[in-house]
């Protein structure tokens, strides 16, 4: 069984960094890809950021030049360092990830983490 577990949520103020992680464990033969999404009250949940294992990296365009998607290949955790926040940045941020699991399967299956909240806020 992948379980994904995040952390790093919290209240800050507007101009504020947090550093989000995501940490996959359980039998895992492979990632292929991990990816932030973020979802706020009343909107549609939103693709903030992504990665590839050959480390393609791609950001929405609201948060370029804010946010830093990174992974840590040994620890199999993926991060997002998020500065210069903004009030519209206060959502529930989920990662999501592209997994071959351990074992005989050789196909790739998507799993969520449980979100994490984000406030921004004076």
């Known amino acids: 069984q992948v379980q994904l577990v995040e952390s790093g949520g919290g209240l800050v103020q507007p101009g504020g960094s947090l550093r989000l992680s995501c940490a996959a464990s359980?039998?895992?033969?492979?990632?292929?890809?991990m990816r932030w999404y973020r979802q706020a009250p009343g909107k549609q949940r939103e693709l903030v950021a992504g990665l590839t294992s050959g480390s393609r990296i791609s950001y929405v365009e609201s948060v370029k030049g804010r946010f830093t998607i990174s992974r840590d290949n040994a620890k199999n955790t993926v991060y997002l360092q998020m500065n210069s926040l903004k009030p519209e940045d206060t959502a529930v941020y989920y990662c999501n990830t592209e997994i071959v699991p351990g074992g005989s399967s050789r196909y790739p299956r998507v799993y969520w983490g449980q979100g994490t909240q984000v406030t921004v806020s004076s």
């Open positions: 359980g039998s895992i033969s492979s990632i292929n890809a």
